[in-house]
């Protein structure tokens, strides 16, 4: 098992300009994640999905989009990248949390930088 | 909403010393509390986590954490610290009620030889 991967581990991008992130699980779970982890603020959910398809706000949304065409496959996208969006971004994935108590596996990160 | 406190940005000990990370929440309902743990350039570890049951909570590489209820505390504890056991420290709490995780802000352990 792979567990989780994130592509690409670093990238640069100047202002205005869009990119993609692609998260992947092969657990066969329900729920995906994205967060972004800043110094001091710990780790803040940005969107999520409860299963294919579905997508929903989390605590900082705005400047980002999100899709889950397939299960095992959520995407994160920057429209038009800001100063504010350096970061470095997480992906996880969970069981149905019917379920709350389920722990999250994480990625290893994106550290993204916008010049 | 759901919130979580680490009071302590860094905590420093001395390797073979006792240990405590320290965590609060605060939740509109019953909680179920979480440690994270995250190495240099890694994505973040599950530790350990309440559900229900027996307030001392065992869990990976021989951390434990209590839940207080009175005191809406759940601090991670390790009776012997080694120096591997420096990183980055999360607490995490959710809602049963609802679907959002919060996180803490983080502590950075110090396990000095």
């Known amino acids: 098992n792979a567990g989780v991967t994130q592509t690409p581990k670093f990238r640069v991008l100047k202002t205005g300009q869009s990119m993609t992130l692609l998260c992947a699980q092969d657990m066969n779970h329900e729920y995906m994640y994205w967060y972004r982890q800043d110094p001091g603020m710990g780790l803040r959910l940005i969107h999520y999905s409860v299963g294919e398809g579905t997508t929903a706000k989390g605590e900082v949304p705005d400047g980002y989009n999100v899709s889950r065409l397939k299960k095992q496959n959520f995407l994160l996208g920057l429209e038009s990248a800001a100063p504010s969006q350096t970061s470095v971004y997480f992906c996880a994935s969970s069981y149905s949390p019917q379920g709350a108590f389920h722990e999250q596996y994480f990625g290893p990160g994106t550290r993204l930088t916008v010049t | 909403a759901q919130s979580v406190a680490q009071p302590e940005d860094q905590v420093n000990v001395a390797e073979g010393n006792p240990l405590t990370v320290k965590c609060t929440y605060s939740?509109?309902?019953?909680?179920?509390l979480f440690w994270y743990v995250q190495y240099p350039n890694r994505g973040l570890q599950f530790l350990l986590k309440y559900i229900t049951g027996d307030n001392l909570v065992k869990g990976s590489y021989g951390f434990e954490a209590e839940f207080n209820k009175s005191q809406t505390s759940f601090h991670l504890k390790k009776p012997s610290a080694l120096v591997s056991d420096s990183a980055l420290y999360f607490c995490?709490?959710?809602?049963?009620?609802?679907?959002?995780?919060?996180f803490g802000a983080g502590t950075r352990l110090t396990v000095k030889p």
């Open positions: 995490a709490v959710r809602d049963r009620g609802e679907g959002d995780m919060r």
């Open positions: 939740v509109s309902g019953n909680p179920y």
